[in-house]
């Protein structure tokens, strides 16, 4: 499975854009580029998915670079309900549906 | 959006008793869902896949025997702690994943157990 480098962490001021970058050099052709955040003591919940183009959602858009080795979720208009940790997932093929999940980011937004 | 029901939330029991957590999809079949550990500060370890109408697929070293995976119909699989102990406390969280491969997984909320 494609592995994931994602900073520890990241503060953000409220109202700006929370760039969150994600690295997956090791990532093959057919493998989705997924976003989840999880909340304190909660479920991860879906942000947005991708293969190759940019995507955006009422969510957040996420920019996946030309060779695919990387990508960026953004939050255009961060709010304190932002403060999470974010994972970015490699999804494996079909036949294998399994997530691992990395360390993530925690991401702090500040008022 | 999909929606994925886990119930208890939250449970406390004494040590040596079995626990059953439910894991439902509410308005999308789901063929095949997922059982997650979470530990405090920790991220979340994949414990066994359950797929419909067949055994689990467990992941290494998660006792089989321990955890009990039933997943019988396309829109509930259960997961039952058998003979749980202080050390089975935990954040469990399971997540479902309807057909397509393109189709995100949706994560329950979780229930966190906690064995005296």
């Known amino acids: 499975d494609a592995k994931t480098t994602q900073p520890t962490s990241m503060d953000c001021a409220e109202g700006r854009a929370a760039n969150l970058p994600c690295n997956h050099s090791?990532?093959?052709?057919?493998?989705?580029v997924y976003w989840y955040r999880q909340i304190h003591s909660q479920g991860p919940q879906y942000i947005i998915h991708g293969l190759k183009n940019n995507e955006t959602n009422e969510m957040a858009s996420l920019i996946i670079t030309e060779d695919r080795k990387s990508s960026t979720l953004i939050l255009p208009h961060a709010t304190l309900r932002d403060t999470a940790v974010y994972y970015c997932?490699?999804?494996?093929?079909?036949?294998?549906?399994?997530?691992?999940f990395g360390t993530g980011t925690r991401l702090t937004i500040i008022p | 959006g999909a929606v994925v029901s886990q119930h208890p939330s939250w449970v406390i029991c004494k040590s040596g008793t079995s626990v059953k957590i439910e894991c439902r999809s509410l308005d999308f079949q789901a063929t095949t869902m997922f059982w997650y550990r979470q530990f405090p500060k920790q991220s979340l370890m994949l414990m066994a896949t359950s797929n419909e109408g067949s055994k689990a697929t467990y992941e290494q070293g998660v006792e089989k025997d321990k955890f009990l995976i039933n997943h019988a119909s396309l829109t509930l699989s259960t997961l039952t702690v058998t003979s749980a102990h202080p050390e089975d406390s935990s954040f469990y969280i399971c997540?479902?994943?309807?057909?397509?491969?393109?189709?995100?997984?949706?994560f329950g909320d979780g229930t966190r157990l906690s064995i005296l």
């Open positions: 090791t990532i093959s052709g057919n493998e989705y």
């Open positions: 997540s479902a994943s309807g057909q397509g491969y393109d189709q995100p997984q949706h």
């Open positions: 997932i490699v999804r494996p093929p079909p036949g294998n549906e399994k997530l691992t």
